[in-house]
């Protein structure tokens, strides 16, 4: 028989059981839709942390104490991280640009009637460019400001947008912790960096939210947050990241290597990778699972099948088919029922994934690899699986079937 001939009989043989077809796609239609989804989804969040990435920089590194390491400090058992710190980098590492030490207080921000609970970011001039953040109006904090303890204020997009109503906030007075601050400038907007909102931004200098806001101080100094660095170019953050680590770990008297967290754009990348190769065997697993039970349903499907269709299969034998032919037929429609229901999966995890897009803003990217990857295991799950019930029906007596037929 020609395979024209075997299609057109394997087609017929399936839509001539809709409901059972149906449901013995069901396994595969769910594994495919599942698959499909969370394999844009998870695409989508790889692309758009890469972007986050990319707007972050290349250069730039994160200096910061373990959580263990701060609270010994809190216990006075350690030296906290300090302003002395980032002045000393400055003074003793190379290849560095800029260094930006960064103090972060939760207050409330109030204009007349408008009151917000945000992050206030004590720092200096250099947080601008190693955090790549661009002015919209006015300027940004300036040595001056700092090295007079100013009550001034730069605000983020979102910030300007919820007390100020997208109308130009320069010089105007808002208060934090009952000071009054003059606005000198605003920030452009720039978007989430993870689960941070950049836009929500408040700054301030180092020296005012220390003195000012903090409303506690350390006998060693200025305590930071975090010490953001900018090294000259992508080759030296390497050598850069060792050179700040073992000056880090001398000054603060440890040779526990944890106490000191330095973090660059690759490191942060490599670990967004392992949550997504985690993500990823996960979405296997669930794979595998789902095209095993669909393949089992198509096996016991098409065994019933084999015993409701005994008459037609002697009929077909005695007018001269060959076991061969009976074989290739059933094999057919088991990886033509597997192929069908890959396609109706693949066709309602894309609607998934426009939905979830549409109505709840979950950045998506559509993997036609994973599409065509999927269509081609669910046919081999099909023909694996098809196999045993085919051999049944090659085997049988022609003269035994055509007695129930």
């Given at each position: 028989?020609?395979?024209?001939?075997?299609?057109?009989?394997?087609?017929?043989?399936?839509?001539?059981?809709?409901?059972?077809?149906?449901l013995t796609m069901l396994g595969i239609i769910i594994g495919n839709a599942s698959v499909i989804g969370m394999v844009a989804v998870g695409e989508g969040a790889r692309k758009a942390t890469a972007e986050q990435f990319e707007a972050l920089g290349p250069n730039v590194l994160f200096v910061s104490l373990s959580s263990a390491r701060v609270r010994r400090?809190?216990?006075?058992?350690?030296?906290?991280?300090l302003l002395e710190d980032a002045e000393a980098i400055g003074e003793l590492i190379p290849n560095l640009t800029n260094i930006a030490p960064e103090i972060h207080i939760n207050?409330?921000?109030t204009y007349q009637d408008e009151i917000l609970d945000t992050s206030i970011t004590g720092t200096t001039p250099d947080y601008l460019p190693v955090r790549n953040f661009k002015i919209e109006k006015g300027r940004f904090i300036n040595n001056i400001d700092v090295q007079r303890n100013k009550r001034v204020v730069v605000l983020g997009a979102e910030i300007v947008e919820k007390l100020f109503n997208n109308k130009n906030p320069i010089g105007k007075q808002i208060r934090i912790k009952n000071t009054t601050f003059e606005v000198i400038g605003?920030?452009?907007?720039?978007?989430?960096?993870?689960?941070?909102?950049?836009?929500?931004?408040?700054?301030?200098?180092?020296t005012t939210a220390q003195h000012q806001l903090r409303g506690w101080n350390s006998p060693y100094g200025i305590v930071l947050n975090t010490i953001a660095l900018l090294a000259k170019d992508q080759n030296s953050v390497d050598a850069v990241k060792f050179q700040v680590k073992n000056l880090m770990l001398l000054r603060h008297g440890t040779s526990r290597e944890n106490d000191v967290k330095i973090f660059s754009q690759n490191s942060l990348l490599n670990m967004a990778e392992e949550t997504n190769a985690g993500l990823k065997q996960m979405l296997g697993a669930i794979a595998f699972i789902s095209l095993l039970v669909g393949g089992i349903g198509v096996m016991n499907i098409m065994l019933v099948s084999v015993k409701e269709r005994t008459g037609e299969i002697g009929l077909r034998k005695a007018l001269g088919a060959t076991p061969k032919d009976i074989l290739g037929q059933f094999i057919l429609e088991a990886i033509l029922l597997a192929t069908f229901g890959s396609l109706l999966g693949i066709k309602v995890g894309l609607g998934g994934v426009f939905i979830a897009h549409l109505f709840f803003?979950?950045?998506a990217?559509?993997?036609?690899?994973s599409i065509i990857i999927a269509v081609s295991v669910s046919g081999s799950v099909g023909l694996f699986f098809g196999v045993?019930?085919?051999q049944q029906a090659a085997k049988l007596d022609p003269i035994i079937a055509l007695k129930s037929y």
């Open positions: 028989m020609k395979l024209s001939d075997h299609l057109k009989m394997a087609t017929s043989a399936i839509l001539s059981h809709k409901l059972r077809s149906g400090t809190l216990s006075s058992e350690a030296k906290p991280l207050q409330l921000i605003t920030l452009a907007k720039k978007g989430a960096l993870f689960d941070s909102n950049q836009d929500n931004k408040v700054i301030v200098p180092i803003s979950i950045a990217s559509i993997s036609i690899p045993f019930p085919a």
